[in-house]
């Protein structure tokens, strides 16, 4: 959680637009990856320099340019003087530790956002994803520590189906961000899933380590909910048409994705107050179940405590206590105890403390 | 409580506008009921199929759509042809975890509201109903996972009292909203009730299932708030009269029903503070029953442990203890014993711990 | 408290505008007192039916119409009639389970708001009050479930002291209004002093119903909440002098009633913050006296375990046990018993644990 | 607290404009101090009837009028008749239940606001204090229950220091609620100073009281709060330069003091959350205490329960139990129990239980 | 904590304007460093006098005057003269309590922020800065208790390195803002570690002053958040570029330090929720912890309760016990004690109680 700051201390005193990449580190290499597509077809390309993008730039084809992983500062430079990128938008790019944001340059807008990743072992990754959106180009930059969700995306560019081989660079980044925003809700459908198994484990199995696992929850709900919140700023943002760069068609299809937005936060709103119950149940199944174990063995000892002072006053060693001679006053004590503590039973019983 | 999110994610990777049911299914054929009327007269038909919509398009007599089930997405892709329908719009009304929103396009007008039944067992189910505002027609599509609330409306459209015959398209929508909204105040009476019901429960017979009884209620107060607040946004915005096919004269009555939503908005924030004060009389009244059984425990504890250590002291096997010998002295330590326990008992009940 | 929306629910499926009398019935029957007044006279009397109204409809003179209970839809709906209510209007005069409101229609102002009862047995008994503001008339429709607190004010009429004889419908309004708002102090006066009783209470001798008392008087402030709080709204919409109604001269009369709210709600929030602190000082004191039981309990029994443990040293039987033989044995182990409880006693004394 | 409404309830049923005093009698004498200023110099007075004042009305030199105590109502009123005030100005002068406010009349402006005194036993007493802004004349109302904060103004006056004797009523007023303010922070070091004597006494000896001053100094924040909160609208709009009475000049003075009334809330929230620190830290040390306590007693039980147990072993009356005739036997048992009891000490020391 | 008024109190009573320094005097000599430079070179001075500062103040190069600590009024004053400024806010940068704020004067802006530093005993000090923007100068006031986080961008300066030297100076005030702004992450990423720290500890090895360490922390972030929260304002102030001191050029600077406000609250708001998970954990665990030990205790003196009755039974002096004769008596109890004692064992571990 702390990763918010991490290492972003380390550009303290350097000057502003310097290009330091901060974030985690893969050593994966750089891949430039361009689709260019038009109605007629779509064209697909590995770039091997950053100086092949330059035809891409006035084209009247849409084009986008994926540049999976910011790790190296020198490629994001040259893109960034490729396409004339102003310096804290190159620096925004490799600085990882960005919130979502919308920021409306002359001729381009720069949109950050963040990408989810639920793997194998039930954790959540964050991967920052940044949009350049052009005349007719939209550049995307992963940060690349995992996959992205643009596949089922690319398949539709290459078989043209939809609207969107037909519609501009703006349907284009409306389509990347829609991919994003789709993708929370498969996060959070595995998270919903683990917290009803949580909510299971309060009520049937509830170990020590239970509170821990409810916070770890509750904390990456905060997380989600800081990575969500500002996007619906973004998008709202967008929505409102300022830029001439989005079409009044795509209009509706980015109020449709600040829809999903508010659902998501809906629904991390609601895991919230879940978590909060399942804590609440749990903290007070735990005190509920120790007190009934101290009930339980107070109440033996309670009834002991009296019969242990019956033993111990035929155990003195006067001369004189009546019936010690009696051959059966041994067997009268023992009786006499026994509806003590049967009395006893049957009280605590009654008074429903058993 | 995560059926806010279930099934969403299977869009993940789909194109803006597929249309895919995601909610529950019942596999409950699909009906379309159409009330067509005017000043005159009231005509009801059962259709066969979407294509007998079309001439009750464009006729001048107010047109009421009811299609119950919108678990076939086929038809209502049909509907949405015939009416014109954003492919955005169609694919809303078959993803039945929308929350209540109102979207204005050039000639109707979409809503989304949230339908509620109480069930027998006491449960709240929860039924999306989308309706479109056409210039002369209503459509409505309900989820159809339990019945509806409209058979009041549609009695009186068959009766002819009241305005509604002869006001048009948009008093219909307030007519259908209004019963929604009616609705609401039936489902809020009933879980009043089982609120006062758990209040008595509490206090005479509380168990250890109560707390989750409690959370229980809580939680579906957070899903009500989640269901009547946008709402609230909606009825806001259609009562602003910022499109033309609401008339003027229906404005008052949407203004009504944004008041009934408010005061549902308050019922369920009153029986919130209610819930958490019956939380908090629960945790004390535990607690309290906790604490006076172990206090009373340890006072008959207590009692005893001075009373044995004095039968020990006369047990133990010195030759010399001054009074073994005595015939009087065993009866001399009872009745000493007997006044340590009056004393302390007397003591317990002047500090009030008895 | 469920009273909300008691009885509520049975509205549904009615046409909007059916008359129905939502609240609690007491078979009073209905009174309609009229006073009439200019800068000269004031003229009383108590009307038999409801078409008697008429007269005073258009008459130049200030009219006050008083219905004291609201419980006969018929009379409402004759009253609206001659007025020229609109059905809503009436319909929400006769619901009791409205919220305070103002609404505007053309020729006249619609105000619910409610007055406070606080009776011998110091509960709090809430009716709803109806006005309607005329060009020259001011109707009021009482729920009629406790007397009114207008009495003071018919006084003033009759004696003709003051502003009020010459000034307009409007001052008569805010008179009305006055009157509630300031009987507002008085039962908030009996609640503070309640306040101050459970405050004491919960420091000298605090019960297990202490809890359900304060959470009683906590519900009763979130109660007057949203009995004051909605009607700041109100008041601030009358003040804007939005409606030609009402008069310049009048708007600082109406500032200042609008200033008696804000009060209303501090005190409300201060005995709210005030209830927390004696919730929280119940809480604390309950566990600490508690607390000092159970150690009280645990210490004696601590000083004679290791006592008994001596004791019952001396009680085996071994044929070998030095002193056992000793005259002086038995005070030397007394002696030695006693010292081992003072030290513990000065142990615990230092220690500060008694 | 409850002072809010105190005597509040008593108004209930009079009419608007009434003339009452609300709120705690001294039964001093009313003072009415004049100073009469212009760039020459400054004459001081003591009226003795409030037909003096009228000179004053209307003269060039800046005039502040102090009246100090508002106990007695014609003095009051014949003041308001003599300047020209509204009746509800009058009103709410006497009423010392106001919370501050700024209201704006034709040719004057009417403020309302809170002076505090701190007085030896560390109580913090509030005084309302009225301002009447005239063309040249200050008019300033005092509750009189305690002394005032405006000697130093008064020696500035005189003195003819600083910028005060050039400057018009507007800045006279400034300097009035400049001094008022000031002395909030006196009030505020005072209750600093408590704060962090009730932090150390809660680390280092808290006792069950402690709790209800912890609770104490909460109550006194909330107060604070509410008589500095509205202030701050207060001052907003003075320095909004609505009224012609306020010149330009003085704007970056009302700003100034608008900023004290800010950093004063700043410090007011600052202390709440320390106050909600040092009562957490309370109830967990509290509670650290009574566990240390009983984990200790509940050892030294603990310990002794088996040795008792082996002891009673061989008080057993049977004829044959191996070694009772053996003459070591004693000391074998007893050095058996010593290693028992050392055993169970490391071992609570190992688990860190001691 | 309490600082924030600490001294405040001692100005009330002194006309607005009169210049005292507030806040902790460390006795260090004021130095005042100029650096003044153009397109062409940067020259670098150290005063003697205030009065040597007259030259640079309507000089077209860029200057930047910083005076390293403000703890004597006269040389503020001074200053204040020579650059015309007004004596509030030379009273503001001698009081060192300001909250951060924006005030635009006709020809220049003052601005008050807080540095902060982090130092070896990981304390967290804050240092009051002002700074004055002139059309080609930028004064800064230090507070000057710790050193200042400028050297980086002293030797940009120098090395005229980057867009610095060729700027105006709005441009440096945005680097002296930026320089500050850095300087707060890397004091927020030695809390972020304090913090993991902290949760360490509270899993591993928790003692009795973690929950005051907790605290301490909790309130360090209230602390920040105060520091933090107003810089936002006054950073959206001067972006919005009210001023023509500020170019259009440098908008886009301010509004990456604006964002870089925003992830600083944020990180602090992560922070906040991170400490409360902490403290819950910590007062989960703790109790968890005591439960344990009690119930381990409690279950050892349960087992061994009944066996005590059972060997004070034998040890009843009656004439006839059955078995008391026996040889193999002795065994047979013993074992059946054993027996018992497994019993139990085997109940409570069934029931999962150990």
């Excluded at 550009?11 to 007629?40: A, N």
């Amino acid at each position: 959680m702390t990763q918010f700051v991490k290492g972003r201390g380390a550009k303290s005193g350097l000057p502003p637009g310097t290009l330091v990449h901060i974030g985690e580190t893969t050593g994966r290499p750089v891949t430039i990856h361009v689709m260019d597509y038009d109605g007629e077809g779509c064209r697909e390309t590995e770039l091997q320099s950053v100086s092949q993008c330059i035809p891409y730039r006035d084209k009247e084809s849409v084009t986008w340019i994926n540049v999976d992983s910011v790790q190296q500062a020198d490629i994001i430079q040259q893109m960034g003087e490729c396409f004339g990128l102003h310096p804290l938008v190159m620096e925004d790019i490799l600085n990882t530790s960005q919130r979502p944001k919308l920021e409306v340059y002359g001729d381009y807008l720069f949109i950050v956002m963040k990408m989810l990743h639920h793997n194998d072992r039930s954790e959540v990754r964050v991967e920052q994803i940044s949009f350049i959106l052009g005349p007719s180009h939209v550049l995307s930059f992963q940060e690349g520590i995992a996959g992205d969700v643009f596949d089922p995306l690319r398949q539709r560019l290459r078989a043209g189906k939809g609207r969107i081989r037909s519609a501009g660079a703006d349907y284009l980044l409306y389509s990347l961000i829609d991919a994003v925003v789709d993708n929370y809700f498969v996060v959070l459908e595995h998270l919903g899933e683990e917290i009803e198994a949580l909510e299971d484990e309060v009520v049937s199995r509830p170990t020590p380590h239970t509170v821990r696992r409810i916070h770890g929850m509750k904390r990456r709900m905060i997380f989600l909910r800081r990575v969500v919140w500002p996007l619906r700023e973004v998008l709202a943002a967008l929505q409102r048409g300022e830029s001439e760069l989005v079409q009044d068609a795509t209009q509706v299809y980015l109020r449709d994705v600040y829809d999903h937005t508010i659902q998501a936060m809906d629904s991390i709103d609601t895991y919230r107050d879940m978590i909060s119950g399942i804590l609440d149940v749990y903290l007070s199944s735990l005190s509920n179940r120790m007190n009934e174990i101290m009930k339980f063995l107070t109440i033996i000892g309670t009834i002991f405590i009296p019969l242990t002072f019956i033993v111990g006053l035929y155990g003195m060693n006067f001369k004189y206590i009546p019936g010690l001679q009696s051959p059966w006053a041994f067997y009268g004590v023992v009786v006499f105890m026994a509806a003590i503590a049967g009395g006893m039973l049957v009280y605590f019983k009654r008074k429903r403390w058993l």
